[in-house]
Structure formats: C-alpha cells, structure tokens
C-alpha cells in the first residue's frame, strides 16, 4: 500500500467530507476537502495531487466537469467518482472517459481505501510505463545519433532529438573548427535576425569551456540557457546550447540533454576518423594532392552537374618535361622532392576550389570548376609560366629549372563525358611532348593518341 498519498476529496456534504476523509487518513493519506468545482480548480491549483475522490452531484457543477479538468489540467492525476445508486450510467461513462474506478453510496471505509489504492496503482503503473517509453525512445535517439556519418543529417537530428527530448524551445549547436574555432552547424528555434548575433555571443562564452553550465541570459526571448560540452577523451568537440523559456527546465531535461550530447560527441568523433579515412583513400602520399580515384570521383559529379545545369567545366592535363633526366642525374630522393615542389607550384595557380589530382609519375590533372576553354586556356598559360621561371630546390642548394606540356579540354565545347574529356586533354599534352614542349595545347579531335598503356590510364580502363 503506498503511504501518505495526497488527496482532494470533493463532496458538498459535510458529514461525507469529514466520514471519507476519516477514512483516508486512517491508512496514512493527507487528505485536502473542498464542497464544490470551483474549489477544486482552486485547490489542483495551489497544490499538488496523486488522486481525486468526487462525488458526481455537486453544487454549481457535477464530478464530470472535475474529471475532465483534471484530465485537461492535470495529467497523471487519478480520479475516483462515488454516485448514488440510481447514477451509475453516469458513473460509468465517467469509466469511459478515464476515471480510475466508481463507487456506490453508501461507501464503506474498506471500499473507498481499496479504490483509491488501485487508482494510485494505476497511476504509479501508467508512470513507470511513461519512463520506460521515454527512456527506450532516449536509447534509441542516441543510437542514431552515434551511427550517422552525414554531418548535415546529424546537426539535423541532434536538434530534433534535443527538442523533442529535452524539452528545449531552442537550440544551437557550435562545433570545434582547428582553424575557425567554434563555428555553428545547426540552429532551431532562435527568433529571426538573432542568429548571428547569438551565436557570435555563444562563441565568446564557451570558446574555453570544458563542462556543462548555466549562461547568464542574452538578450531573447528566454529565461534559462544550458550548455553541454560533447567531449571525447580529453577534446572538447563542440558544444550544445539549450534555451528554455521558464526557469525551471522539465523533469529530466539535463540528464536527457547529457545523454544526447554525449552521443553526439561519438558521431562527431566517428565523422573525425572517417574523414581521417577517406583522405588516406583519396589523397596521393608522395605529393599529398588527391589521386586518381578522387578524380574519378568527383569528375563523375562534375559532368552529372554540369549535364543539368550546363555550366562549362574545363581539365588540364600536365606532364613535367625531362623529368626522367633529373631522376638520373640527381637521384629518386631529389627526383621526388622535386614533384612535391611541383605539386605545391600548381595549386598556388589555380583557385581554392578547382581540384588538383596526381595522375601518376609527373603527370598531374587540375579540374576548374565553372571555366570555359578560353579561361582555362590563361590558367594553363599562367603554370606554364609559372613552373619555367620558378627555381626548383633552391633550398636544398639546385635551383633547377623545370618546364611543363599542358594540354586543355572543355566540357561541353569538346566533349560530354569523363573518359572522352580525359582522353582529348591527354591527347593535347601529347602534341606538346612530341613538339617543343614547354607550350599549352587545346584538344581537338583529330589530335594523336598517346601510347596505349598511358591511354589506359586516363581513361581510368
């Protein structure tokens, strides 16, 4: 038997009061009595309750209205109803709406004490099976949260999990950049304009912050704001900020709030070591330019972008001249140091944003995004350039001199496709290395093919 239950009882007879509250408080309950509706919406005000005992004939009402608004106003809250004998249909339609149990006048004290029990039985069983539900659900959130390798999708997620689940009216996620420091990856719930404002201000508060704590409110809409660092070992990921609109957050919004972050942090460190993985399968060792399966790859999406929106996109295609006579002469140690200088020469010619690939042995792909043939035709003139008047291993005490073949194809202007837009910008440096090299070449159709093994090559066969 639960002890010390809080009751209302709600009868407008006296003598029922004091004989029912007689009743309750003999087996430990407090009881609070009151005659009529008016006073009960009063006293569920004031106070707190497990239980309702009303009678269903009232003054000014009647214990249907009590019930109703105890199932509006006051979730969790048990009722019993006690009738006359000649009312019970309404006492059972009172069953049909969520009253716990009825009973019939006259009460006896063992009856009403049994009813009230089970009605509180009731009300601990609906309570447990509502915390179960909610701590499955918080599992299975958490789960997701650890498993989504899309940082898009897990900034989404993770506000929606926060929301829905930490009972928050806002939130703001900032994640630790090693260049940018905090930088937000998702908002929800901020009123609009404020944006940029409130995160600029978070970013200023937690820029050294290790452990969760409350900030002094900004100036929104908000009375309490909480932070929750996702940390992993001894690095701090990034941090979670809840707003709530009352001072008092819900019942178990922290430990939900903490639960969340800390999975979000697993996500957030499991991004880490996938990007970590994924540069070591797309990055060239020597040179640490992407190789050639990243350029397959992001070739692929350039012409299936540019197929639809019909932007122009244009490959160069490089090959050092005598590089061979410089790996004899001065050995494959300074032979490799020298591509690796090449490397950083090319990328300091183009834009942040074009791609620089290692083909293989001295041969190197820039893929410009948005340029046509005329524009890429001053890009492969600015390397070329820029690679015969620069002096290679002047550190190291050589300053050698080294010159490049570049050949240039467009798409759509010279073809529609990877292999083909491959295949012409090979086949244009081609025409140079048989030439006088040091010179840009653009494709053409009619061009000669280079030997078969380095065509293998290109078109990725």
């Known amino acids: 038997m639960r002890e010390m239950a809080r009751i209302l009882l709600v009868d407008d007879e006296k003598i029922a009061r004091t004989l029912y509250g007689d009743y ?37 009402g009647d214990g249907m209205e009590v019930l109703r608004h105890v199932r509006e106003r006051h979730p969790g809250v048990e009722v019993v109803v006690i009738t006359a004998l000649d009312k019970v249909d309404p006492a059972v339609r009172a069953i049909k709406s969520g009253a716990a149990e009825y009973l019939v006048k006259p009460v006896a004290p063992e009856a009403l004490q049994h009813a009230v029990r089970r009605a509180l039985t009731t009300r601990d069983l609906l309570q447990e099976n509502a915390s179960l539900r909610r701590h499955v659900a918080l599992l299975e959130a958490g789960q997701r949260l650890a498993t989504t390798l899309d940082r898009d999708k897990l900034a989404t997620a993770t506000t929606s999990a926060l929301e829905s689940m930490a009972a928050a009216g806002a939130i703001v996620l900032l994640e630790r950049d090693t260049n940018l420091g905090l930088r937000a990856q998702g908002t929800r719930g901020l009123p609009v304009g404020t944006e940029d404002t409130v995160v600029a201000w978070l970013r200023d508060q937690l820029m050294d912050a290790r452990a969760p704590r409350e900030l002094d409110v900004l100036d929104v809409p908000f009375e309490r704001i909480l932070t929750f660092p996702a940390v992993e070992g001894d690095a701090v990921l ?51 330019l992407f190789n050639t399966r990243y350029l397959h790859l992001v070739l692929d999406r350039e012409v299936q972008d540019a197929l639809q929106t019909q932007r122009a996109f244009s490959l160069l295609f490089l090959d050092l001249d005598h590089f061979k006579s410089i790996n004899d002469t001065h050995g494959h140690l300074i032979g490799s140091k020298l591509l690796v200088e090449a490397a950083r020469v090319v990328k300091g010619c183009v834009r942040d944003h074009d791609v620089v690939a290692r083909f293989g042995g001295d041969e190197y792909v820039v893929m410009l995004r948005n340029t046509d043939s005329g524009g890429a035709l001053k890009v492969a003139e600015r390397i070329r350039r820029t690679m015969e008047t620069h002096q290679f291993l002047a550190r190291e005490g050589l300053a050698l001199k080294l010159s490049t073949c570049i050949g240039v194809a467009s798409f759509p202007e010279h073809a529609r496709d990877k292999a083909t837009l491959l295949d012409l910008s090979d086949r244009a440096m081609y025409r140079g290395k048989r030439g ?26």
């Not at 639960?259 to 991004?271: D, E, I, K, S, T």
């Not at 090299?437 to 290109?458: C, F, G, I, K």
């Open 24 to 60: 309750l408080t003999g087996v430990g309950h407090t009881v609070t009595a009151v005659g009529t509706l008016q006073d009960a919406r009063q006293a569920l005000a004031a106070d707190r309750f497990d239980a309702v005992v009303t009678d269903l004939i009232l003054p000014g």
């Open 436 to 461: 006088t090299r040091n010179v840009v070449y653009m494709a053409a159709q009619d061009l000669e093919a280079p030997p078969a093994e380095r065509r293998q090559a290109s078109t990725g066969t």
């Open 238 to 288: 990034g941090h979670a900020v809840l707003f709530y609109a009352k001072l008092q957050a819900a019942d178990g919004a922290a430990e939900a709030a903490g639960y969340l972050v800390r999975n979000w942090a697993l996500a957030l460190r499991n991004l880490g070591r996938f990007a970590a993985v994924e540069d070591l399968a797309y990055i060239d060792d020597l040179t640490r």
